[in-house]
């Protein structure tokens, strides 16, 4: 939910670094895309060791505020057709797994 697209941000925004004809990197990201920005953002600009070109701006249209909530909200919306009459005993091992996603 936008913790590996920002690896995929990270990728693009190092190929149009390397290019000659590219000047500021702009990013527009909405919804998942503004998280993705936004993980980018704390995941590899504030790491000394890590090459991930700084964006010169970026528009963050419409993210989640609360990881958990919307967690919670995909789980009960997916969870019933994933599996049946399982649902509740899926839906909290689903939102363990997404919060160690973003741990990891």
Request: proline share 2%; charged share 20%; hydrophobic share 45%.
């Amino acid at each position: 939910l936008g913790w590996h697209e920002a690896d995929d941000l990270r990728i693009v925004l190092l190929h149009l670094r390397r290019r000659s004809d590219v000047g500021s990197l702009i990013v527009w990201g909405h919804s998942m895309g503004a998280a993705a920005v936004i993980y980018y953002q704390g995941r590899y600009l504030t790491k000394k060791n890590v090459t991930a070109p700084r964006l010169d701006a970026c528009v963050l249209d419409s993210p989640y505020a609360d990881f958990g909530e919307l967690a919670r909200h995909l789980v009960a919306q997916n969870s019933k057709a994933a599996t049946g009459g399982l649902g509740k005993y899926v839906a909290g091992f689903t939102v363990t797994r997404l919060a160690l996603d973003l741990v990891l």
